[in-house]
């Protein structure tokens, strides 16, 4: 199996592989002839998911540094499909190419005395097959001579499977050593005694919270008595201050420095000085001090 060394590589070729389940189940993209769905995915779609996704902000350029990575790889095909538009560079569309199976072969050094060939464990990728498991042989042709169990077994076989009666064998005072490790079980007096002390323990914490309950029903009660009792030395303080203030009434202040007021200027009668050119009698006024000559 092929290792992808670029982080962003992977990343790339994770969206491409869903995007690709999306168009194989006919809910976009484009499926060819050959049944191979295609999906059609720009550098920049590209970089808006990943920095959707992982919050990280890339250039298109390294985008497509990427997808040609994965190309050469050979783990993306990338073909120009329906070039239609006037841009075609941008018409990309990928695929995820089907792993190719390889018939794993057995070399003639490894079988058995008997003739019997030995079973191959692998698991087939998308680029390469790699044995997993050890090679595994018949046992019952393999084992059926006594020479055959006196001899070590050959290269790449497993070891012969040990007798687990043999290796779980304990000696007396380790077992003894054991036994008394595990706890005996608890008789029926002693359940009911800690039930009974379970019970003790749940009163003694429900009469804690009781007493706790009403120690603060007692402290708000006093709080509220003396908020009462200062409202109460309040009010009465102020009907003091009001009936002294009934009892001696303001009877006025007399000026400290003297008043200073104007000489009051008189206003004469108006009275006829005479007539003007057309004939209109001119009388004078005085206003404030002011003399004025009106006429009619």
Not at 242 to 258: E, I, S
Request: proline share 7%; aromatic share 6%.
């Amino acid at each position: 199996m092929i290792r992808i060394q670029k982080p962003l590589a992977g990343i790339c070729f994770n969206l491409i592989k869903s995007w690709v389940e999306v168009a194989r189940r006919g809910k976009g993209g484009d499926i060819d002839a050959n049944g191979t769905p295609w999906t059609r995915l720009t550098a920049r779609e590209l970089r808006e998911q990943v920095l959707s996704g992982f919050s990280t902000d890339i250039s298109t350029r390294t985008v497509y540094r990427a997808l040609d990575y994965l190309v050469e790889l050979k783990l993306v095909c990338r073909e120009k499909r329906h070039l239609h538009r006037r841009w075609s560079n941008q018409d990309y569309w990928y695929t995820i190419p089907e792993p190719e199976e390889e018939a794993p072969k057995v070399p003639q050094a490894l079988k058995t005395q008997s003739g019997s060939q030995l079973t191959h464990v692998a698991n087939t990728s998308a680029q390469l097959v790699h044995i997993q498991a050890p090679l595994m042989a018949n046992t019952l042709n393999t084992l059926s001579k006594e020479s055959d169990l006196i001899k070590p077994p050959p290269e790449g076989m497993p070891p012969p499977a040990v007798d687990l009666e043999e290796e779980l064998a304990l000696e007396p005072a380790d077992l003894q050593a054991v036994l008394s490790s595990i706890p005996a079980p608890k008789t029926a007096s002693q359940l009911q005694e800690e039930r009974k002390k379970k019970d003790r323990q749940r009163e003694l914490e429900q009469q804690r919270t009781k007493q706790q309950a009403q120690a603060n029903d007692a402290r708000k009660a006093a709080a509220a008595a003396r908020n009462i009792n200062n409202q109460n030395w309040i009010a009465a303080e102020l009907g003091k201050i009001r009936q002294k203030m009934a009892q001696n009434q303001a009877k006025g202040f007399k000026p400290t420095a003297p008043t200073i007021s104007r000489k009051r200027v008189l206003d004469l009668p108006e009275r006829p000085v005479g007539r003007d050119r057309q004939g209109r009698t001119v009388k004078e006024v005085w206003v404030s001090g002011f003399k004025y000559l009106v006429v009619d």
